[in-house]
Nanobody
Framework: QVQLVESGGGLVQPGGSLRLSCAAS????????MGWYRQAPGKQRELVAS???????NYQDSVKGRFTISRDNAKNTLYLQMNSLKPEDTAVYYC????????????WGQGTQVTVSS
């Protein structure tokens, strides 16, 4: 089992920046892909960005050029740097880790709220 704990959310003005962190209770070395998802009120959860074990990244079109996903395996932590934030980025952000080897399966954090408003 792996527990994921997100932090770094909050209230920010449009155009501002936030850095989300997702700390894992165990090693993320074997997590073949990790990702950040978000869910706005009344909407389905959607993938924002993902990163493989070889650090190949993928972004939703709406955040390309503004968000950067990264992982630090030594610290067992996933990050999401969010710049030029827009009101439409407001959502609960969740981190996700996927393992094909031990501890096997898909794990989710509890989420952190990001609110972009003036």
């Amino acid at each position: 089992q792996v527990q994921l704990v997100e932090s770094g959310g909050g209230l920010v003005q449009p155009g501002g920046s936030l850095r989300l962190s997702c700390a894992a209770s165990g090693s993320i070395d074997n997590a073949y892909v990790m990702g950040w998802y978000r869910q706005a009120p009344g909407k389905q959860r959607e993938l924002v960005a993902s990163i493989t074990g070889r650090e190949i990244t993928n972004y939703q079109d709406s955040v390309k050029g503004r968000f950067t996903i990264s992982r630090d395996n030594a610290k067992n932590t996933l990050y999401l740097q969010m710049n030029s934030l827009k009101p439409e980025d407001t959502a609960v952000y969740y981190c996700n880790a996927n393992y094909k080897t031990y501890p096997f399966g898909t794990y989710w954090g509890q989420g952190t709220q990001v609110t972009v408003s003036s």
